[in-house]
C-alpha cells in the first residue's frame, strides 16, 4: 500500500531529506556545478550541513543541523575556518526523540516522527567570534511572494538523478552544485517544491538533500538574489526502506525565514537573553 513518509531532517541517516543536489536525469551534471565563487556566503558545518552569512558575525542554519552532542566550534566560510563565539537555537526547535526515530526505522511508520519535525522551527543563528570581512553577506526576503516564484538551491550533499535518487550510504558532502524549483507552498513555517520529472520541470530543476541541511534557498527581488529558506526536509511516497529520497515527485520543504525576521533581529540586537531562543 501506497503510503506518504517523512524522509526526514537532512542530518538523520535513514530518515534525510535535504540531500546535495538531485538533479535531472536528462541533464549533464557539470551544467548544474558551479565554483565556490558562485556563492561565497555558503558556510561548511563540520562534516556535513550548511549555513549563510547574513552579516558580518553572523550565520544561519537549520537548528538540527547544529551538533546536538558536541560543541560547534568552527564553520569554514569561504574555505577559511571562523571561530564560533556563540549558537542560538529558536526555543520551538525540536527533534524527534531517537526512541522514536528507532520505532520509525523498524516499523516504518513515520507518522508520529512526520508531526514532530512539521511543528518545529527549525532555525538557529551562529555568532562568530570575528567578523568575515572578505565576503559579502546575503539579504534575507522578507516579503510574503515565495509561491509561485522560482528558486535557487544550493549544496555539496549527497547527488543522483530523479530515476535513481540517491543512496542514503552515499557520501554527504560531494562537489557544489546549485539548481533551481518552483516554490507550490508556503505555511507559517515552510516553503515548499516538488522535484518534477522532465515533462514538466525547469531546465535546471533539482532539489536538496541529505548534507545540505542548513543550505540556501534563494528568490530574486529587484535583480538580486536574497535568502528565502533554508533546506530542513521532505517526504518520500513509499516505503521509506525500499524507496530512494530524491526520486521526481518528492516534496522538500524549507524553512521560511519571512516568518522569522523578528526572531533574527531580535536575537542580534540583543544576543545576551538569545530572544526567544536558547544559547550555548
Not at 161 to 179: C, K
Request: proline fraction near 6%; aromatic fraction near 8%; hydrophobic fraction near 40%.
Amino acid at each position: 500500500m501506497l503510503r506518504s513518509l517523512l524522509l526526514g531532517f537532512t542530518l538523520l541517516v535513514v530518515a534525510s531529506s535535504a540531500e546535495a543536489i538531485v538533479i535531472r536525469h536528462d541533464v549533464d551534471d557539470s551544467r548544474y556545478r558551479i565554483p565556490a565563487s558562485d556563492f561565497p556566503a555558503l558556510a561548511d558545518m563540520p562534516s556535513e550541513g550548511h549555513g549563510v552569512l547574513i552579516a558580518p558575525r553572523w550565520v544561519i542554519t537549520a537548528a538540527h543541523a547544529i551538533p546536538r552532542n558536541a560543541t560547534l566550534k568552527a564553520i569554514e566560510i569561504g574555505g577559511v575556518p571562523r571561530e564560533v563565539q556563540k549558537v542560538f537555537i529558536h526555543s520551538g526547535a525540536k527533534q524527534p526523540p531517537q526512541g522514536m526515530i528507532d520505532q520509525a526505522l523498524s516499523t516504518g511508520d513515520w507518522i508520529l516522527a512526520v508531526f514532530s519535525i512539521a511543528s518545529s522551527n527549525d532555525i538557529a543563528l551562529i555568532k562568530l567570534t570575528h567578523a568575515v570581512t572578505d565576503v559579502e553577506p546575503v539579504p534575507i526576503y522578507d516579503g510574503d511572494g515565495e509561491v509561485g516564484s522560482v528558486v535557487k538551491i544550493i549544496g555539496k550533499g549527497a547527488t543522483g538523478t530523479g530515476l535513481s535518487g540517491h543512496s542514503p550510504q552515499g557520501p554527504n558532502r560531494t562537489a557544489l552544485r546549485r539548481a533551481f524549483n518552483t516554490i507550490t507552498s508556503a505555511d507559517d513555517r515552510w516553503i515548499c517544491y516538488v522535484f518534477d520529472d522532465p515533462a514538466k520541470a525547469l531546465p535546471l530543476e533539482g532539489k536538496t538533500g541529505s548534507g545540505d541541511s542548513g543550505g540556501p534557498a534563494l528568490v530574486e527581488e529587484g535583480g538580486e538574489w536574497k535568502l528565502a529558506g533554508l533546506a530542513s526536509w521532505g517526504f518520500i511516497f513509499g516505503d521509506v526502506k525500499t524507496t530512494n529520497p530524491g526520486l521526481y515527485g518528492q516534496l522538500t520543504c524549507n524553512v521560511r525565514l519571512s516568518r522569522y525576521t523578528d526572531w533574527i533581529r531580535n536575537v542580534m540586537a540583543e544576543p545576551s537573553d538569545a530572544a526567544g531562543g536558547f544559547a550555548r
